[in-house]
């Protein structure tokens, strides 16, 4: 793994609280389509992270790209729960932007899983690709299953 991606491998590992008996498990996101290096470079609106190539979505919201995930039993549909933590917007007009106005952004996710192996929470981290800033995006939101996203 280069150095461009272990900072924000950190962050996404660090804002996670696993319970005892879940594992936390990191990693960068790359597009299914454009690549798989761990380079890809994502814009940020709706409560998503698309691809800047061919803007496929990562699925944070509903869960619902299994490529983006280590196995297809870690993948399932899901929704966030509703928390205190801040989540972000899932207005289309809200694109996301660094402090130096860039829109463009590496991405990693922290996925807790539990005892089952299937995911309880999800942290994502953005890495402006200008400057090299990192942001949490999602901090360690709770999801649940949703027959909806089937």
């Known amino acids: 793994m280069g150095t461009a991606h272990d ?3 950190s962050l996404v590992e660090r804002s996670v609280r696993a319970e005892v008996g879940e594992k936390v498990l990191t990693l960068p996101v790359a597009c299914r389509l454009c690549g798989s290096d761990g380079v890809d470079e994502f814009e940020v609106w709706a409560g998503d992270c698309f ?5 496929l979505a990562v699925g944070v919201w509903d869960g619902g790209d ?12 899901w929704r966030l729960v509703p928390s205190a933590t801040p989540l972000p917007s899932q207005s289309s007009g809200d694109y996301f932007r660094c402090s130096a106005g860039s829109m463009v952004f590496q991405v990693a996710l922290a996925l807790v899983l539990g005892k089952d192996d299937v995911v309880r929470r999800v942290s994502v981290g953005l ?18 299953p949703s027959e909806s996203c089937r």
């Open 7 to 9: 900072g924000l491998l």
């Open 51 to 55: 691809c800047v190539g061919c803007l």
């Open 66 to 77: 299994p490529e983006t995930f280590p196995s297809e039993a870690r993948a399932f549909p």
């Open 127 to 144: 890495r402006c690709s200008e400057h090299g800033g990192l942001h949490l995006y999602v901090d360690n939101a709770h999801v649940e």
